[in-house]
């Protein structure tokens, strides 16, 4: 253990990204389901992804759970091969890329708009590797590769063509061009208060795809593949404890416990984990944190079907931006009153209120309000409460914008819960920093 704690910031992250795709295909051996293991992944494959899609349903746990570890593994492969220095932007993009292994991202679709970033290399006349993170932001808008794969435009006929293959070639090689255009402007917008940087210029792009391949042409968008009701409470629980209690075990014999317990009550924003802190602590934050979610979603009743189970992994994405379990409670805490007070009222009104805390639309938004979690840091947790609530409010506006093909769409919902709050916060609040400063006078 003395070994890997003292292994340097990016070889202990690529082992510890391998270390989870084992996991996961470990857990695809293990399904009950696992003789249809091979046909179900090539469902998954071959099937529009739209969200939400549970690839549960699709093509059953075990294939879910091969998609999420070859995904796992392609990406440590990719880190390895290109000897990309790794750190917590790649953690970010890798966990978010992985946690959509459920739901959207498959080891096809994620190709093509990862060609448009090595493409843009090669326009700037760049190494083509030369940023894989931005690589693996861009399969953001996979669900639409996928579309253009098997089925636009024609809703009735499911299965891929040239026509097709070409399409989500040209369109993969637009959103790698946006996107890593896109991405260093990103913070000059949310002044870095969102930590799903990437959703700004995937969601836009996804916006200007969905107008000019579906609204402008005429075109049906499609739905959601896949029954949301096939869920499994106990493989989900049983796998997430073992792999986060794993996680607290090795941190520990690391000696992580406690600098853990120093970030924990650290007031400030922690940008980098493992950078600043350590591989240890990391870890242990990667088991807490994801031990943290997953008991949150027990306990509002979540329904534990692909798109849940993907979401816990989504949300553990920030775990080395700085998001831990004490900067993150007021966004949850934001989430339940939010769901209590819009439900009150809509009774008062005569409303048909739907969004309860459980319902799968706000079982998802939680996981990007999450991203939010350096309003608290900076101004304080009530401000991260009120910030959640205003994101509750918006996060099933925005599909509209994008046609329901971006997976990123609480992070771009988080975009604009910053240009609505934080030049309020800038011009009427105090940083927490300060207030500190002037109360230890």
């Not at 992580?256 to 240890?280: E, F, I, P």
């Not at 900076?378 to 910030?387: E, M, T």
């Amino acid at each position: 253990m003395k070994k890997i704690k003292n292994m340097s910031e990016s070889s202990f992250l690529k082992l510890m990204f391998v270390f989870v795709g084992v996991a996961f295909l470990i857990a695809a051996v293990c399904m009950s389901d696992r003789s249809q293991m091979l046909s179900g992944f090539w469902q998954i494959l071959s099937q529009p992804c739209k969200v939400t899609t549970n690839y549960f349903s699709v093509g059953g746990f075990s294939a879910t759970f091969l998609n999420m570890g070859l995904v796992a593994l392609m990406i440590a492969g990719l880190f390895h091969v290109t000897k990309t220095k790794v750190n917590n932007v790649s953690t970010l993009a890798f966990f978010l890329t992985v946690g959509f292994c459920t739901w959207g991202i498959h080891a096809l679709n994620m190709w093509f708009t990862m060609l448009g970033v090595v493409v843009a290399n090669l326009i700037k006349k760049e190494k083509w590797y030369a940023n894989v993170n931005a690589m693996l932001f861009t399969t953001g808008v996979a669900p639409v590769i996928s579309d253009l794969l098997v089925r636009y435009p024609h809703a009735e006929t499911i299965g891929f063509n040239l026509l097709g293959i070409v399409l989500a070639v040209a369109v993969g090689v637009i959103v790698g061009i946006i996107v890593s255009a896109g991405l260093p402007h990103s913070p000059n917008v949310h002044k870095g208060f969102n930590l799903y940087s990437a959703a700004l210029p995937v969601g836009m792009a996804m916006f200007f795809l969905n107008g000019m391949l579906y609204k402008v042409m005429g075109v049906e968008l499609p739905g959601a593949t896949g029954d949301m009701a096939v869920a499994s409470q106990s493989i989900v629980n049983i796998f997430c404890i073992a792999l986060f209690g794993l996680c607290v075990v090795f941190a520990l014999a690391m000696g992580a416990g406690k600098d853990y317990w120093a970030l924990l009550k650290n007031r400030h924003q922690v940008n980098n984990v493992s950078g600043t802190l350590g591989n240890g602590v990391l870890l242990m934050n990667v088991g807490v944190f994801g031990l943290f979610i997953l008991g949150y979603y027990n306990l509002i009743g979540a329904p534990f079907n692909g798109v849940t189970f993907g979401l816990i992994f989504c949300m553990l994405c920030t775990c080395n931006s700085g998001s831990r379990p004490t900067n993150v409670w007021p966004i949850m805490l934001g989430y339940v009153a939010a769901s209590f007070v819009t439900g009150w009222l809509s009774s008062l009104l005569g409303g048909n209120f739907t969004l309860a805390i459980n319902a799968q639309a706000i079982v998802i938004g939680l996981c990007y309000a999450n991203g939010l979690s350096p309003i608290c840091d900076k101004y304080g947790w009530a401000y991260g409460f009120v910030a959640a609530m205003i994101h509750y409010c918006l996060v099933t506006l925005v599909p509209g914008l994008h046609g329901g093909f971006c997976l990123y769409n609480g992070g771009f919902t988080a975009i604009f819960v910053c240009i609505i709050l934080v030049p309020v916060l800038e011009k009427f609040c105090t940083l927490k920093v300060e207030r500190l400063a002037a109360k230890a006078k």
